[in-house]
């Protein structure tokens, strides 16, 4: 994020604490809400009002977008019951398992980007796959609970799928979907603000992601765009609201977006659906 003079260290641990204290808060990335604390701080606020600032952007940028809180640990509980009675059935392949994907399902409806895009699950991913040579490993950026789509994804179970989001609980849960699954990956907590170190990937997802960046750093997208190492983007913007207005969302959003796909000299091709404009980027 962009450095103005640090607020008071007293101050700020006091800002931090107190944000971190609050159950919608206490599982995020401590450096992504610090830093949001000490911008509200620099600004001259008192101890109070930049609390209260920098509650407002989390929610705004991350909060908003959950739409129940998950029992992460009952949703594992449920996940090795429905796993194993899918592995020793007759196709003896929890992916395709109708009882797995309904409980998946149900999982993914926790969280409004993946809840929205529940009714496009079974054509989406043939459709953007069939898009670009064959997957070789994936990169998930501020992925929310995307990666329980993997079973309808056309990609082998050996195919590594690194996803990063904010929240600690949500990515130790992940990481024991991979596991229970038999999925190459890992899930990792980052901040993707901070400077982006990820493995090389075939394809990178950034879905509904690049406005929540923006709301916090301006410049932030562009620069993430360029710091992935991976020669696909699969890069998605919100046809409507979380309350669903539309309001030409997509439109406002990509405008900028397209202009530093062009400055970049990249390639890009879109599929559009309800609920999201998704954009197929060819860095290469």
């Not at 405008?255 to 970049?264: D, Y």
Request: hydrophobic content about 40%; glycine content about 4%; proline content about 8%.
């Amino acid at each position: 994020m962009n450095a103005d003079p640090p607020p008071p260290d007293d101050q700020l641990a006091q800002a931090l604490a107190s944000i971190l204290a609050a159950r919608k808060y206490r599982a995020m990335h401590p450096g992504l809400v610090r830093d949001i604390a000490a911008a509200e701080l620099a600004k001259g606020r008192s101890l109070k009002e930049a609390v209260k600032a920098a509650k407002s952007q989390l929610h705004q940028s991350a909060a908003a977008y959950v739409r129940r809180n998950l029992d992460y640990d009952d949703a594992l509980r449920q996940l090795h019951t429905t796993v194993t009675a899918a592995k020793r059935g007759p196709g003896n392949d929890p992916s395709a398992d109708p009882s797995v994907r309904t409980l998946l399902r149900r999982l993914m409806a926790a969280h409004a980007s993946t809840n929205e895009r529940l009714p496009i699950l079974d054509t989406l991913y043939p459709q953007l796959f069939q898009q670009f040579p064959p997957v070789r490993s994936v990169l998930d950026i501020a992925c929310g609970l995307h990666p329980l789509s993997r079973p309808w994804m056309p990609l082998p179970n050996d195919v590594p799928y690194f996803s990063y989001d904010i929240y600690s609980d949500q990515i130790d849960f992940l990481n024991r979907f991979f596991g229970a699954m038999g999925y190459a990956g890992a899930a990792q907590q980052r901040n993707v603000l901070d400077a982006m170190s990820t493995p090389a990937a075939d394809v990178a997802f950034l879905l509904k992601t690049l406005p929540c960046l923006e709301q916090i750093e301006t410049g932030a997208s562009e620069r993430l765009l360029h710091q992935i190492d991976a020669p696909t983007l699969i890069v998605s913007f919100p046809n409507h609201t979380l309350a669903r207005r539309k309001q030409g969302m997509a439109q406002h959003y990509t405008a900028n977006f397209l202009s530093q796909i062009k400055k970049a000299g990249w390639q890009a091709g879109s599929l559009s659906y309800p609920s999201e404009l998704i954009y197929i980027v060819q860095k290469n």
